[in-house]
């Protein structure tokens, strides 16, 4: 690297060309580039640090939570829920929405039964809840999930059954990482509170898929049919360009602590510390330029590419599955420098390609391109999963 911390010169010799071009090739990761330097300049020029609960009394005068709040509550209406009974916070990224839903589902819950809750979350869930789970000291008991990569309805009640004393954490993941599946939250809520009435959390982690499917004609995916607490990203379909994310919850869902730090002025009920205030500011200014209508278009918009990549890839006789209202394609792994030119999220033997807002139809075509002849073998767990198309 030519530029060194310290030496003065701004960047190292071509680290933002080759970055640039490694971005506009990146098929494999739900990152989209939204915004433009103008939008933020007025943002960057200010110190926002949003410490604490936006819905609560600051000491401190520079921060955006008024702006977070509208934010809240733009993604509670997402999240099928009424504004006015929720509340939440911008995160870091969903990890950290997953850990705060887990950790304030385990304080609830254990306060209430004085026992240590379990967490069950599909095979096909986000590895950050084996995390959350692991850092917060809980048994994680992974349900298996059925041919189109959702959780398995029967298998879940099967391990309700057999934890009938301990208190039961449960995610719901609409959007799964690989597969782009959705968890059915009505049945699952329903299991739950058969199995645990009034003893359980459900978590929808929407973090891939919250933007984009209210427009697709999916149901069964939000708070509207069951569940306690919601988390989107931010950086994915909205495109902001700072990793965040939103979590919003139900007013009574988690009980907190409600003593307050003196430096912050009132009660904290966030993981973080400091938080951007400009994460807060950027996914504002995103809403108000993604209205409905366009968000709606763009959504159509991801899921014809989907398709289109879909029904290209099986006339070249590759093995190629898509989730109805996803705009995740699994297909083989490919040659290993075309996996690394195109940025592809490779699992075992398979990958796949996220038709992000960014990824154009003609960007699809050079990746089209550049495959070649179909691999002789396929995936095994790809035939599997024949209703997906």
């Given at each position: 690297?030519?530029?060194?911390?310290?030496?003065?010169?701004?960047?190292p010799?071509?680290?933002?060309?080759?970055?640039?071009?490694?971005?506009?090739?990146?098929?494999?990761?739900?990152?989209?580039?939204?915004?433009?330097?103008?939008?933020?300049?007025?943002?960057l020029?200010?110190?926002?640090?949003?410490?604490?609960?936006?819905?609560?009394p600051?000491?401190?005068?520079?921060?955006?939570?008024?702006?977070?709040?509208?934010?809240?509550?733009?993604?509670?209406?997402?999240?099928?829920?009424?504004?006015?009974?929720?509340?939440?916070?911008?995160?870091?990224g969903?990890?950290?929405?997953?850990?705060?839903?887990?950790?304030?589902?385990?304080?609830t819950?254990?306060?209430?039964?004085?026992?240590?809750?379990?967490?069950?979350?599909?095979?096909?869930?986000?590895?950050?809840?084996?995390?959350?789970?692991?850092?917060?000291?809980?048994?994680?008991?992974?349900?298996?999930?059925?041919?189109?990569?959702?959780?398995?309805?029967?298998?879940?009640?099967?391990?309700?059954?057999?934890?009938?004393?301990?208190?039961?954490?449960?995610?719901?993941?609409?959007?799964?990482?690989?597969?782009?599946?959705?968890?059915?939250?009505?049945?699952?809520?329903?299991?739950?509170?058969?199995?645990?009435?009034?003893?359980?959390?459900?978590?929808?982690d929407?973090?891939?898929?919250?933007?984009?499917?209210?427009?697709?004609?999916?149901?069964?995916?939000?708070?509207?049919?069951?569940?306690?607490?919601?988390?989107?990203?931010?950086?994915?379909?909205?495109?902001?360009?700072?990793?965040?994310?939103?979590?919003?919850?139900?007013?009574?869902?988690?009980?907190?602590?409600?003593?307050?730090?003196?430096?912050?002025?009132?009660?904290?009920?966030?993981?973080?510390?400091?938080?951007?205030?400009?994460a807060?500011?950027?996914?504002?200014?995103?809403?108000?330029?993604?209205?409905?209508?366009?968000?709606?278009?763009?959504?159509?918009?991801?899921?014809?590419?989907?398709?289109?990549?879909?029904?290209?890839?099986?006339?070249?006789?590759?093995?190629?599955?898509?989730?109805?209202?996803?705009?995740?394609?699994?297909?083989?792994?490919?040659?290993?420098?075309?996996?690394?030119?195109?940025?592809?999220?490779?699992e075992?033997?398979?990958?796949?390609?996220?038709?992000?807002?960014?990824?154009?139809?003609?960007?699809?075509?050079?990746?089209?391109?550049?495959?070649g002849?179909?691999?002789?073998?396929?995936?095994?767990?790809?035939?599997?999963?024949?209703?997906?198309?």
């Amino acid at each position: 690297m030519s530029a060194q911390p310290g030496s003065g010169d701004p960047w190292p010799l071509g680290w933002l060309e080759g970055l640039a071009a490694r971005s506009a090739e990146c098929l494999g990761y739900p990152s989209h580039h939204g915004f433009t330097n103008r939008e933020l300049a007025d943002l960057l020029a200010l110190p926002l640090n949003n410490l604490g609960d936006p819905f609560s009394p600051s000491r401190s005068a520079t921060h955006a939570h008024d702006l977070e709040r509208e934010v809240v509550r733009a993604v509670a209406r997402v999240a099928g829920a009424d504004p006015e009974k929720c509340r939440g916070y911008v995160t870091s990224g969903s990890t950290e929405s997953v850990m705060h839903a887990l950790a304030a589902g385990r304080d609830t819950l254990r306060s209430v039964t004085g026992v240590r809750p379990f967490v069950v979350a599909s095979d096909q869930a986000h590895g950050c809840v084996s995390k959350a789970a692991k850092i917060l000291d809980l048994k994680l008991i992974p349900v298996p999930s059925g041919p189109s990569g959702a959780l398995d309805i029967p298998a879940l009640a099967s391990i309700l059954s057999a934890w009938p004393d301990h208190p039961c954490l449960a995610v719901a993941t609409s959007g799964t990482t690989f597969l782009g599946a959705v968890d059915p939250v009505g049945p699952m809520a329903r299991a739950l509170e058969a199995s645990h009435p009034g003893r359980h959390r459900l978590h929808i982690d929407a973090a891939l898929a919250g933007f984009l499917l209210p427009h697709t004609g999916a149901s069964d995916w939000n708070l509207a049919s069951g569940g306690h607490s919601f988390s989107v990203s931010g950086h994915k379909m909205l495109g902001v360009p700072v990793p965040c994310g939103i979590s919003v919850w139900l007013d009574g869902a988690f009980s907190w602590d409600r003593s307050t730090p003196g430096y912050l002025g009132g009660p904290d009920i966030t993981l973080a510390g400091s938080r951007a205030g400009l994460a807060a500011g950027a996914l504002w200014l995103a809403l108000c330029r993604w209205p409905r209508e366009r968000l709606s278009r763009e959504a159509g918009q991801c899921l014809e590419n989907a398709r289109w990549l879909a029904a290209s890839l099986r006339e070249e006789g590759w093995t190629a599955l898509r989730h109805p209202h996803s705009a995740t394609v699994v297909f083989p792994k490919p040659a290993d420098h075309l996996c690394q030119r195109w940025q592809l999220h490779v699992e075992g033997e398979a990958a796949h390609v996220v038709a992000v807002p960014r990824v154009s139809r003609r960007l699809l075509e050079q990746f089209m391109e550049s495959l070649g002849p179909a691999p002789e073998f396929s995936c095994d767990f790809l035939p599997e999963r024949t209703d997906l198309r």
